[in-house]
Each structure stands twice: as structure tokens, then as C-alpha cells.
């Protein structure tokens, strides 16, 4: 919100239309040209995409506020059994990130429930007794909302990178590159 606040504030003519979406919507979305940029959890592998790195975030357990654990305090998945997780379904970045721990054991779970939305998931935890695992962006305003319980994760690290992407032929118009300056 910031960063569109201002960059309204300079831009008042210019027509901004933003989305959400998961990594491979965005990808497919902005190689079809429906988008100008996007900003995703994943390197570009595509060849048709140019893309530069943004940001590198530590990846947080996300729990209801009644879960009885501790606001803040790093925590040790290791040593956790029996979670119950809501994650994004299997081909979302961040899913693809904890793959090979919840198949090594080093993320230890009694069920797994995919949820195609990140509000949706952040509903169902916020009213459950689920988790989730998501980047530090994704729940930056619930930090100090008292709407969830946050902690950093210990063990085992896990961390994601963001990216901004665009179209590897097409020129970027002035408003998107004013707008990608910000970022």
C-alpha cells in the first residue's frame, strides 16, 4: 500500500490495476501479456521472462492466536509433532519449498489440508487449530493485529525468494518501470 500510495500521489493519471495470485498464475499471466510485471516466490525459469530479485524472507508458522504458543518466539519444527497444516496446493511456490520437509520428517504433521487461497488458508487458521508456513510479506500487517500467533522458524531454515518478472521481448512502459523503482 505504500509504495502505490506514493507512486499514485506522483502518478494521479496513470490507471493502476492490481492482482493476487500464486507464482505459476502470475508467470502465465504476465508471458501472455495480461499483466506488465509481477512479483513472484520463485526464480524465472522461463527463457521468455526477464526477472531480477527483489527480496529474501524467512519462511514463519502462522497459528491462531488460541493455540497457546508464544507470539514471536523462534520455534524448532523439529521437536513439533502431530501438526495439522493448511497449506497452497502442491504446484505453489511456497508449497514446493517445504516439500522436502514434510517428506524427510523434518516437518512432522498429523494431517494436511490444500487450500487454493492465502486469505482462505489465513481463515482457517485464524478459526482452527491448524498452521501454516508462509513468507514474513504474507502476514506483515498481522504481526501486531493480535490476529495470529507468528514465529520464526528455528529449525529446520526455511526461506524464499521473491522476483520481480516481465516480458524478456517487450519494453516495459514508463508508469511500470516508475512503479518497479519503488520496489
Known sequence: PGVLGSFLKEFPQVEVRTTEGFSGRLTEWTLAGEVDFAVIALPPKEGRLRGRR??????????????GRQH???IDLSSQKGLKI???????SIRGLL?????SGQIKYANLIEVDSIPAILDFVETGDYVT????????????????IVQPIREPEIACEFYLIYPARSSLSA?????????
Do not use: C, H, Y
Open 72 to 74: 514471536l518466539e523462534p
Open 99 to 103: 516439500r522436502p520437509f514434510l517428506q
Open 175 to 183: 508508469a511500470s518501470l516508475a512503479f518497479i523503482k519503488r520496489l
Open 86 to 92: 493448511v497449506l497452497p496446493w502442491s504446484n505453489n
Open 133 to 148: 508456513f508462509l513468507p514474513l510479506t504474507a502476514v506483515a500487517r498481522d504481526l501486531t493485529s493480535g490476529r495470529f
Open 54 to 67: 527483489l527480496s529474501f524472507e524467512p519462511i514463519l508458522m502462522i497459528s491462531s492466536r488460541n493455540s
